[in-house]
């Protein structure tokens, strides 16, 4: 059950680890933004960075879709949307969608009931307004049921799952421990930090975890990712090359 000062107060958790280095959030994905990244990330970049730098929110959401060729619509709003925000292009994205959900459903199918929500996310429908990515209290505040995905997993995950994800990720049981007793209390966020921390070598987020996309820039720079120029990968700086974690993560492929 929610506490009575959560309920009072829904922006507590948020409140706990402080402001992103300003007052507000910047607006991951949007042309030109503050929180647009530097590296550029493509189709056959993924399966890796998901491995290196995905929080367990998107981490969870991809190999769902990796595993069952499908996510209900939630779930692909988030995805679609985080993606977007890691620098993927509309023609990647529209690639990774197609290639996954016609593993299930004819090519027709998808392009009649699936590829305008991929442009719409983009923009380029309806109103053609450019949408951002879910910030971690959008994620918190969902209630995803039977057979969804979306949400925070810190939340959604009951004992035994969450436990699972993070030893999957090779995490050292003592601070898996930790992990999970942080999110039993209902500090989502701050959960989410200390699995960063434990997956990048006692890196930390200084800003404290507001957002996915935040997380996945901050895991980027901790790896030693520096922004690209022009096309392909982003150049990796000859004195940091990338470590990249000791494990393989759950269930990406």
């Not at 929610?2 to 309920?7: G, P």
């Not at 933004?33 to 491995?51: F, H, P, Q, S």
């Not at 993606?83 to 016609?102: H, N, P, Q, Y």
């Not at 009951?158 to 436990?163: P, S």
Request: hydrophobic content about 30%; charged content about 25%.
């Amino acid at each position: 059950s929610t506490s009575s000062s959560a309920r009072r107060n829904p922006h507590e958790l948020a409140a706990q680890v402080g402001p992103v280095g300003s007052e507000r959030i910047p607006e991951y994905g949007k042309q030109g933004a503050d929180g647009e990244v530097g590296e550029v990330i493509t189709l056959k970049d993924l399966n890796k960075a998901a491995a290196e730098s995905f929080p367990l929110c998107a981490k969870h959401l991809f190999r769902k879709m990796k595993e069952d060729h499908h996510l209900r619509h939630e779930g692909r709003r988030q995805l679609q949307l985080y993606l977007k925000g890691i620098g993927l292009a509309l023609e990647e994205a529209m690639l990774f969608w197609k290639t996954e959900f016609c593993k299930k459903i004819p090519a027709e199918k998808f392009e009649k009931e699936y590829a305008y929500a991929v442009r719409h996310a983009y923009g380029k429908e309806g109103k053609r307004v450019d949408y951002t990515p879910h910030t971690c209290m959008k994620c918190i505040a969902a209630n995803p049921g039977n057979g969804e995905h979306h949400g925070c997993p810190f939340k959604t995950f009951g004992e035994e799952g969450l436990r699972a994800a993070l030893s999957g990720m090779s995490i050292k049981p003592a601070k898996v421990n930790e992990i999970v007793e942080k999110a039993k209390g209902q500090h989502y966020q701050l959960a989410c930090g200390m699995t960063f921390e434990a997956t990048h070598e006692g890196k930390t987020i200084d800003a404290g975890v507001q957002h996915p996309n935040q997380y996945f820039q901050e895991s980027r720079k901790a790896l030693g990712y520096a922004k690209g120029d022009g096309e392909g990968e982003g150049v990796v700086s000859p004195e940091k090359v990338p470590v990249t974690p000791g494990q393989k993560a759950v269930g990406v492929n």
